[in-house]
């Protein structure tokens, strides 16, 4: 007679990975060294004039959306359900409302952040960011990049990579700082350290959001607004 052994149970504290590792190593490499860093795109643009901003602004909205479009092909790959990612979804008023409640009080923090480590330590960036708006057209063309940032860059760093560092590393919390990291590099070399801190702390907290509501929506709403406030705040500095 063979003793009754009990089925191996599955491990419950991590969760199954969402992509194949092949496809996180290219997803991360695309994050961290953009095309313009090794395609001869300075070569086709020498010199960047203001009228040129707009198709710029073009130009990143397309592969923000081809970064999404590669993440979800990974999805697909390990055969993984979008709403994995995305978590908990609003059912009725209540959850819409304490969500919108929640991403108002993030950008409150966020922004507090911003100020402090500005008045602290200065500007974020080396050289001033040439694709902040000065007059309306430009404004209307980053408005959607900045609504497009929230939603794609919340569902890579803090839906995808988190749930897969998390899977492969049975830690939440590695899973939690090390995708604030590749999100703070991911925003270009040009930053000062006051930036690359900024976007850190800025990753963590929104790992920790995502991970507490069980949902990317409260970081998406956040995220996006933040990033249209800031835009439509520079275009009206600019206009005075």
């Not at 991590?14 to 860093?37: E, I, K, N």
């Not at 991403?103 to 974020?124: E, H, K, P, W």
């Not at 700082?177 to 929104?206: C, E, M, N, R």
């Amino acid at each position: 007679m063979f003793p009754n052994v009990a089925p191996a149970q599955p491990d419950v504290s991590r969760p199954q990975r969402v992509a194949p590792l092949w496809h996180t190593v290219v997803l991360v490499l695309l994050l961290l060294f953009p095309p313009f860093m090794w395609l001869p795109l300075k070569a086709w643009f020498p010199a960047v004039h203001r009228g040129d901003i707009p198709f710029l602004h073009i130009i990143t909205l397309q592969y923000q959306w081809i970064l999404f479009l590669f993440m979800w092909f990974g999805l697909l790959v390990r055969e993984t359900k979008f709403r994995t990612l995305v978590g908990t979804l609003w059912k009725t008023a209540q959850d819409a409302l304490r969500d919108c409640g929640l991403a108002l009080l993030f950008f409150v923090g966020s922004m507090t952040l911003v100020l402090v480590l500005y008045t602290l330590f200065g500007a974020f960036d080396r050289t001033p960011d040439k694709s902040l708006p000065q007059n309306m057209v430009e404004l209307l063309t980053i408005l959607p990049v900045m609504i497009s940032a929230g939603i794609c860059e919340e569902t890579i760093c803090r839906g995808y990579l988190q749930r897969q560092i998390h899977s492969l590393t049975g830690s939440i919390w590695v899973a939690i700082v090390l995708q604030a990291v590749i999100f703070s590099l991911a925003h270009g070399y040009d930053q000062t350290p006051a930036g690359y801190v900024d976007k850190l702390l800025y990753g963590v907290g929104a790992g920790l959001l995502a991970n507490w509501r069980k949902s990317l929506l409260p970081g998406i709403l956040s995220h996006s607004f933040q990033d249209t406030f800031a835009a439509t705040a520079s275009f009206l500095s600019s206009s005075l």
